[in-house]
């Protein structure tokens, strides 16, 4: 997992071969602004997925992972929690779903970020992530979701 400032990428983009055109991506979403749905940058190789949504707390939190992508969870409007957990310490509540690339897990504890707009988190296959979750402030977010194939 790794997380830091749209504003400062440039040592995140050897991490993997297409990091730096995800980060080109959101950093022009932020500027000229999205609506949501889904943006296709490069096939199902990348893309990305743009939500918009009041956070709330949810009566059964659930972590997820995936097999095939690798996340970058960027806040272009508002602010929320998000939690990470490694993988190896979490114990599936359901099984892979194949289609979708996910896995779901109860939540149990784990570490929390706090992510403000021009924020991001990656999540790896093997990291545990569950975002969307209140913070102090109330209105609605916006998140973009770069999905990267591993």
Do not use: W
């Not at 830091?4 to 022009?28: K, W």
């Amino acid at each position: 997992m790794l997380a830091g400032e749209l504003t400062h990428t440039e040592p995140y983009h050897s991490v993997h071969p297409r990091m730096e055109q995800a980060f080109r991506f959101l950093e022009d979403c932020l500027a000229q602004g999205v609506r949501p749905g889904r943006y296709t940058i490069d096939g199902d190789d990348i893309y990305a997925v743009v939500f918009q949504y009041a956070p709330q707390e949810k009566e059964h939190p659930r972590y997820e992972t995936h097999d095939r992508y690798l996340d970058i969870q960027c806040i272009a409007q508002g602010s929320e929690f998000q939690y990470y957990i490694p993988r190896r310490e979490l114990v599936p509540s359901t099984p892979y779903d194949e289609v979708k690339d996910v896995t779901f897990y109860p939540f149990c504890g784990g570490s929390k970020l706090h992510l403000k707009a021009g924020d991001f988190a990656v999540y790896f296959p093997s990291d545990g992530h569950l975002p969307a979750m209140p913070d102090e402030c109330a209105g609605n977010c916006i998140r973009i979701v770069v999905k990267i194939k591993c």
